[in-house]
Every structure is written in C-alpha cells, then in structure tokens.
C-alpha cells in the first residue's frame, strides 16, 4: 500500500500541542509498523519545515529532518509537475486552496496513489481517502 502524507499530519506529528496529534500518534505508528511506502514531495518538506521552524523551533526541524524525513519516498516536482499544478490552482479559483496542496493532488494522481495521511478536508473534495478515517 503505498500513502502520501501532507504538510497537515507531519505537523500534527510533531506538536504534541497540536489538537490532531491524538489521532496523528497512533495512525503514524500504524503506518510504519505495516511498512507501509509513505510518500511526500519535495515540496511539501519545504512547507513542513518552514512551519515547524515558525512555529516550534529549528529543534523541531532537525527532528524532522533526521528522524521523520529519512522513512519518505520523495517525489520531486520538475517543471512539468509545477506547471499542471499552478494551472490546477487557477482552474479551481479559490483562495483557501493552497499551491502545494494542487502540487500534492497532482503527484499522487501521476503515481496512482489514493490514501493520504492529513487533516485537509482539500484532499477528500479531490477524491482521494483520508487516513485515518476522519469526519
């Protein structure tokens, strides 16, 4: 089975404060005790480590860095990947959808995957299955 898992759920991982981390613990475990293939984009490890930086501190970024970033599959965006996305993102028109979500729709469609670890209802609205289960 393979997964992909969004800016929403690593950071629920990382912020014990965070009101998702209760449910983001125990699926994140879930995952790497099945060996599940979890996948990310490049970008989303950058928007990742941003917030984490902003919110919580560069220990947090090196957390992440050595401990989460290492279990990923990475996909990388080349310039055709950025490009369906910008236009993803000026087709649907809406503030509230951010450009790496439309990054993220357009990665897992190009590799067939259909779950995602996050807490982004923009997902859901895509199609794709929301782990875990939510809503």
């Not at 990382?14 to 599940?36: C, F, I």
């Not at 984009?41 to 480590?49: D, G, K, P, S």
């Not at 055709?80 to 649907?92: D, I, N, P, R, W």
């Not at 503030?95 to 670890?117: E, G, Y």
Request: aromatic residues 10%.
């Amino acid at each position: 089975m393979n997964t992909f898992v969004d800016t929403s759920a690593f950071y629920a991982i990382m912020d014990a404060g965070d009101e998702m981390h209760p449910s983001a613990k125990p699926e994140w475990r879930r995952l790497l005790k099945n060996n599940v293939d979890l996948y990310t984009t490049n970008y989303v490890l950058v928007e990742t480590m941003a917030l984490l930086q902003s919110r919580i501190g560069l220990d947090a970024v090196r957390l992440f860095s050595e401990d989460i970033t290492p279990v990923l599959r990475i996909m990388w965006v080349d310039s055709s990947g950025h490009e369906v996305a910008t236009q993803l993102l000026l087709t649907a028109n809406r503030r509230d959808l951010s450009f790496v979500d439309c990054v993220s729709f357009q990665a897992m469609r190009s590799r067939r995957i259909r779950d995602v670890f996050c807490f982004d209802s923009h997902f859901s609205e895509q199609g794709f299955h929301l782990l875990p289960a939510q809503r």
